[in-house]
C-alpha cells in the first residue's frame, strides 16, 4: 500500500454556472446537477430530475458514459464522498454544471473503478467532510480534495477490486430490475382483477368483459361486482400505528431488536436494517406490510423479520389472508397519499382515524384466495432476490474497508 494525496491519482473538472433564465422546457441537453444525487436512492444517480438546457454554451462540458462525477456542494448531509458514473441515455446528453465536477484519473496511477469505491469509504468520506465550509450550505472545492491523504495498491491491484466490487454492485442491479418486472406482473393483475373486474368468472372469462352484473353502490359512488360489497381499510387489515422508542435504546451493534423509524431504511420492496432497540415499544411482524405514514406518505415495504416500527410508519396485515391484496390496494391509494404529502405545516402526515377510514371494495373470499395463490410464487422470487441483495450488500460493506486498507487482496 502507497501513501499517496489524492490530487496524486486524478484531476477535477469544475462544471459552469449555466444561467437559469435559459432553462429551456425540453431540449437535447440535461444539466447534471446535485439534485440528481437522489437521497432517496441512497445518493445514487437519478436521471429523473430533469433540468434542460439550449444549445447554447461551450461543448466541453458535455459528459459521457460512464464519466464518474462528485459533489462539491453538500445540499443534504451524507452527500460529500458520493461518486456517480453518468448514466447511459439514448434521447439526451448530460452537462456539467457548476457544483459538481468530473474526475479524470491520472491512468498510470488510478483507476476509475476503484476510485469509486475508495472515495465512499468513511476515512475518505469524514476527510472530505472536514474540508467544506459554510453555513446554510456546505462548499468544498477540488484543490482541498487533492489534499486528502489515503492509501492505495498498484494500479493492477486497483483494477482487480474495482472490477470485483463493481460485479458485485451489478449483480445487486439485476436482481432489483428482475424484482420491479415482477412486480409489475402482480400489480398487473391485481388492476385486472380489482380495479377493472375483470377477474375470472365461473367459466373463466373476464368478469366485467364477459358482461358480468355490476350493481350501483351508493357509498362508494361506483359500480361494483354483485356480491362485492363496501367496507373500511381497517375491515380488511389490522394495523399498528407506530411508536418511537427512547432516544437511549438505539444503537447500531444489534442489541435488542431491529428498528426502523421510517421509510429512510426503505428498500424497493424491503428495508435495510441499521438501527437496533432495546426497548420496543410498537411492533410488526415478519411478513407484515410496512407503510410509510410521514413525508413521503405512502411509500411500502415488507418487513423481513419481527421488527420495532416509529412513528414514521405503520404495519399492516389482512384480516382476510391476502397479503398481496392488501399490499396493491394500498399502492392503489397513492394519489390520495400524495395530497397527504401537501397538508400539514413541516411535513405531510395520514392520522390514523384517516388511514383506518380510507374507502375499499371487498370482495369474496373465494376471489382473494384465488388471488393470492398466483401471485405467491411472484411474491416468492422477489422476496429470494431481496434476500440475495442483502446478502451481497453486506458482503461489499465488509469487503470494501479491508480491501482499501490492505487488509484483504482479490486474488
Known amino acids: 500500500m502507497n501513501k499517496c494525496k489524492l490530487g496524486d491519482l486524478f484531476y477535477i473538472k469544475q462544471g459552469y454556472a449555466f444561467k437559469s433564465e435559459k432553462y429551456v422546457s425540453h431540449s437535447n441537453y440535461i ?21 434542460y438546457y439550449p444549445d447554447e454554451f461551450s461543448h466541453e462540458f458535455i459528459l459521457c458514459e460512464n464519466d464518474l462525477i462528485i459533489p462539491l456542494t453538500e445540499q443534504v448531509v451524507g452527500l460529500f464522498g458520493n461518486t456517480a458514473f453518468v448514466p447511459k441515455t439514448e434521447e439526451f446528453q448530460f452537462i456539467l454544471n457548476q457544483r459538481v465536477g468530473k474526475i479524470i484519473p491520472y491512468e498510470e496511477k488510478a483507476d476509475k473503478l476503484f476510485l469509486h469505491y475508495l472515495l465512499s469509504t468513511q476515512l475518505v468520506r469524514d476527510q472530505i467532510e472536514a474540508t467544506a465550509s459554510g453555513t446554510k450550505q456546505r462548499n468544498t472545492s477540488p484543490d482541498k480534495i487533492y489534499d486528502v ?30 424484482c420491479s418486472e415482477l412486480e409489475t406482473m402482480a400489480k398487473t393483475l391485481y388492476d385486472y382483477w380489482f380495479v377493472q373486474f375483470d377477474f375470472p368468472d365461473e367459466n373463466g372469462e373476464p368478469y366485467r368483459t364477459a358482461g358480468g352484473e355490476m350493481v350501483w353502490n351508493e357509498q362508494l359512488k361506483r359500480k361494483i361486482p354483485k356480491e362485492w360489497k363496501p367496507g373500511k381499510l381497517c375491515d380488511i387489515a389490522n394495523i399498528t400505528m407506530g411508536q418511537s422508542p427512547a432516544g437511549k435504546s438505539y444503537n447500531d451493534a444489534g442489541d435488542g431488536l431491529f428498528f426502523y423509524q421510517g421509510r429512510t431504511d426503505f428498500g424497493l420492496r424491503f428495508p435495510t436494517p441499521r438501527m437496533y432497540t432495546t ?47 392488501l399490499f396493491y390496494t394500498l399502492a392503489g391509494f397513492q394519489q390520495i397519499f400524495k395530497v397527504m404529502d401537501g397538508n400539514g405545516t413541516t411535513f405531510g402526515s395520514i392520522t390514523k382515524d384517516r388511514l383506518f377510514d380510507m374507502s375499499v371494495v371487498i370482495p ?23 434476500e440475495e441483495i442483502r446478502e451481497l450488500t453486506k458482503l461489499r460493506n465488509w469487503l470494501l474497508p479491508m480491501l482499501m486498507n490492505g487488509q484483504a487482496r482479490v486474488e
Open 31 to 51: 444539466l447534471c446537477t446535485l439534485a440528481n444525487f437522489s437521497e432517496s436512492n441512497n445518493f445514487k444517480f437519478s436521471p429523473e430530475k430533469a433540468t
Open 149 to 178: 491523504t489515503v492509501w492505495v495498491p498498484n494500479i493492477d491491484q486497483q483494477r482487480i477490486i474495482g472490477r470485483y466490487l463493481y460485479s458485485l454492485e451489478q449483480k445487486c442491479n439485476v436482481n432489483n430490475k428482475i
Open 279 to 325: 426497548a420496543p415499544t410498537r411492533f410488526a411482524q415478519k411478513g407484515d406490510i410496512l407503510l410509510s405514514v410521514r413525508a413521503p406518505v405512502g411509500d411500502l415495504n415488507f418487513a423481513m423479520e419481527d421488527c420495532c416500527i416509529g412513528r414514521g410508519l405503520a404495519a399492516l396485515n389482512s384480516k382476510l389472508g391476502s397479503q398481496m391484496h
Open 364 to 386: 369474496p373470499d373465494e376471489i382473494l384466495m384465488c388471488f393470492e395463490k398466483r401471485v405467491k410464487p411472484i411474491e416468492s422470487k422477489i422476496e429470494k432476490c431481496e
